[in-house]
């Protein structure tokens, strides 16, 4: 009979963390998060393709066929970090403890690390994301929209750890002096022509054989979430705009109807905690993993006392230049000082 209560608590309460670790954190699969790696079991690495657009050629028909990969990318993510619960039950024995003791104890454990697994994962996406400004003095839904329209044109900085340039500029004028030989050697991404420029010890000149380059338009990468923390969420929610929105859905207010184009809003406490916050986060979710693993759930008979233990771990990723491992997925806006 043991084993048999000791097996029901752990079933039990493994459901109980899945759906309760999701209390407090941006962490939403599907939106937020590629769906198919949140909550893995035994995990070590979680690994996934990013889906981006196939490479598509012109030329004669019944050409021979171009095979290229450009439509594949792997991304890993060693799970090398946990969080854990180590919660007592005391006077109690393993074979007499009801498993609806059990899950109220993992369940009050899973709701404080769910704070702490939302706030890293907003972290990260502070830390890694690509700096980005929206139009001054728009209202917050116009700069929702203005920051849409430059999401879909936006060229990574980075693609897995490996920086694509030294500078990304909009136009070759924005270019650093190179005269004097201190930029001798870097290169810039210039967005009006999308090209790659490298620095001799006196000027810019387009780089020979122009490297490939990560453009959100070319791999029809649009925007799936917004994660607002409360300064822009009381904006937002006071956008006459965005009003008009909550009216037209049927929305209740409080909550937060998707923008146009079905773009979910996601509401972050932990976002405005975080150092050097911006307004808001607007992701392509498919491209963004913070997935986590149920290592371990177990309720032992304790040594220290007389009772058991309830004991948790949760790996995770801490890794976050795999977690967004295209910087263009991933844009944190705050309003342009011009």
């Known amino acids: 009979m043991a084993f048999d209560k000791s097996y029901s608590g752990d079933s039990q309460t493994l459901a109980i963390i899945a759906q309760t670790i999701q209390a407090k954190t941006a962490v939403v699969p599907g939106v937020t998060v590629k769906a198919e790696l949140a909550g893995l079991v035994n995990a070590e690495v979680a690994s996934f393709y990013y889906d981006l657009a196939p490479n598509v050629t012109t030329g004669t028909a019944g050409r021979d066929f171009s095979v290229q990969g450009v439509g594949n990318k792997k ?29 109220d ?37 116009d700069a929702i929209i203005d920051a849409i329209g430059k999401f879909a044109q936006t060229a990574a900085l980075r693609v897995g750890s490996t920086a694509v340039a030294d500078y990304v500029v909009a136009t070759t004028t924005a270019l650093p002096t190179a005269s004097g030989g201190g930029e001798t050697g870097k290169t ?5 022509d999308g090209k790659h420029y490298t620095a001799s010890s006196s000027a810019w000149a387009e780089t020979s054989t122009q490297p490939a380059m990560y453009f959100n338009a070319e791999n029809g990468i649009q925007p799936t979430a917004i994660i607002v923390g409360d300064k822009f969420r009381k904006e937002l ?37 975080r150092t050097s916050a911006p307004e808001f986060i607007m992701l392509y979710g498919e491209g963004i993993a913070y997935p986590y693993s ?23 990723a801490a890794n976050s230049d ?9 844009l944190k806006f705050t309003e342009a000082l011009a």
């Open 75 to 103: 991304a890993s993510l060693t799970l090398n970090q946990s969080y854990q619960i180590d919660e007592k039950i005391p006077g109690v024995a393993i074979a007499n403890i009801g498993a609806n003791v059990v899950q």
């Open 105 to 141: 104890k993992v369940a009050k454990g899973s709701l404080a690390l769910s704070n702490k697994f939302g706030n890293g994962f907003i972290g990260a996406l502070v830390a890694k994301g690509q700096a980005q400004t929206y139009t001054k003095d728009l209202g917050a839904y």
């Open 188 to 192: 810039a991404i210039v967005l009006a």
């Open 237 to 273: 929610m006071s956008d006459s705009a965005y009003k008009n929105l909550i009216t037209a859905t049927g929305e209740l207010g409080g909550l937060m109807p998707d923008i146009a184009g079905g773009i979910r809003v996601v509401y972050s406490q932990d976002l405005d905690k």
């Open 294 to 316: 149920f290592n371990t759930l177990r309720v032992v008979d304790a040594e220290g006392f007389v009772g058991v233990r309830v004991q948790g771990e949760f790996a995770y």
């Open 322 to 330: 795999d977690m967004v491992a295209i910087s263009s997925h991933c």
